[in-house]
């Protein structure tokens, strides 16, 4: 599958190490864009931009750090710049999902959820739309919201909550950045079976393939090529909105204590 508008541009992506985010990345450099390739763990990041690189060399360059930090932030768009010269694309990816009983749930707990989920999104957004507006490019962005960030499930309330604030921060960002031609979408994933997910919960696939309407769990490349899309030119008059990718759960999907 090709889409318009993505070769020879350049993009980041954090947390992509696996799963979703690496299927990102994948996809972009197939359509013949530059990734920088963020993850917390550097020997998984360079693993991972090694094999992205045996579509063609140079494609993806690893970039470790904590993509909830600012000053992380900053040298990962610095080093896109440096090896790249511009920075067209972000997809800020990297989150983490933490259950937690709502009365018990501890301040350390929430501010982690908080720092990677929302400030990491945040100001790669910020720093990454200077960039765009300095070189008058058109630029496009793709938050990741989660299927739990438009209706409600037990014991993620804080997570649901930073899922459900990047809806709201990409309608915003639309409205500011859309008169210098950026626009800034979400994904809202449902179910997706991925190396973490699979450790999360046993028979996950089996589980939620019964709770989504289609039958069936989604994989990283339902998500990617949905990304891949809202970043494309194909996309350049959707701004502001969510999609849901989820096998209709958030119409008419059911809970596990259902089954």
């Known amino acids: 599958m ?40 550097g020997n998984k990041a360079n693993q ?4 992205i690189n045996l579509i063609d060399p140079d494609m993806c360059l690893p970039f470790a750090g904590d993509a909830g930090k ?21 997809v800020p990816n990297a989150g983490i999902t933490l259950f937690g009983d709502f009365l018990e749930f501890t301040p350390d707990s ?19 739309a200077k960039e765009m507006i300095k070189r008058g490019d058109r630029g496009s962005m793709v938050f990741m919201s989660s299927q739990v960030g438009i209706q409600a499930y037990q014991h993620l309330t804080a997570y649901g909550m930073t899922k459900a604030a990047l809806r709201m921060m990409a309608k915003n960002l639309a409205y500011v950045l859309g008169k210098h031609k950026i ?18 919960q046993p028979n996950y696939e089996g589980i939620w393939g019964k709770l989504n ?7 990283p490349e339902d998500i990617a090529k949905t990304v891949l899309f809202l970043l494309s030119e194909d996309a350049s008059h959707i701004n502001g909105q969510t999609i849901p990718v989820d096998g209709g759960w958030t119409v008419g999907g059911k809970y596990p204590e259902d089954l």
């Open 2 to 41: 090709s889409y318009k508008g993505i070769k020879d541009k350049v993009a980041i992506v954090t947390g992509a190490g696996e799963g979703i985010g690496y299927a990102v990345a994948q996809l972009l450099a197939a359509n013949g864009a530059k990734v920088v390739l963020n993850d917390i763990d």
């Open 70 to 90: 600012v000053s992380v932030i900053n040298e990962m768009v610095d080093f896109a710049l440096s090896n790249f010269g511009k920075v067209n694309f972000v």
């Open 110 to 128: 929430f501010q982690k959820v908080i720092d990677l989920n929302l400030q990491g999104a945040f100001f790669l957004a910020q720093r990454a």
């Open 183 to 200: 626009t800034v979408n979400t994904v809202a994933p449902g179910a997706t079976l991925t190396e973490r997910t699979a450790k999360e």
């Open 213 to 219: 309407p289609n039958e069936r769990v989604g994989t």
């Open 48 to 51: 991972t931009a090694s094999k």
